[in-house]
């Protein structure tokens, strides 16, 4: 399987004003790789599982079309 890439994401957070700075760096970071990851993830099995995937597109065109504004 495809290992996920390891950052250092809390390597050179100090405690005290710039902490919380990092972290939301780090937070950032982290969802951005989480959401690329689910991404491929998601077109991957689209490609292997077209069928499924044409259902699917089917059933959020018929939520989309009973969705009220």
Do not use: I
């Not at 050179?12 to 990851?37: N, T």
């Not at 991404?39 to 009220?68: D, G, I, S, W, Y």
């Amino acid at each position: 399987m495809h290992e996920p890439q390891r950052t250092e994401d809390t390597a050179g957070a100090v405690p005290g004003g710039d902490a919380a700075d990092e972290s939301e760096a780090a937070r950032r970071r982290r969802r951005a790789q989480f959401l690329r990851e689910l991404h491929e993830a998601k077109e991957l099995r689209n490609r292997v599982q077209p069928r499924r995937a044409r259902a699917e597109r089917m059933r959020q065109a018929v939520r989309m079309r009973t969705f009220r504004w």
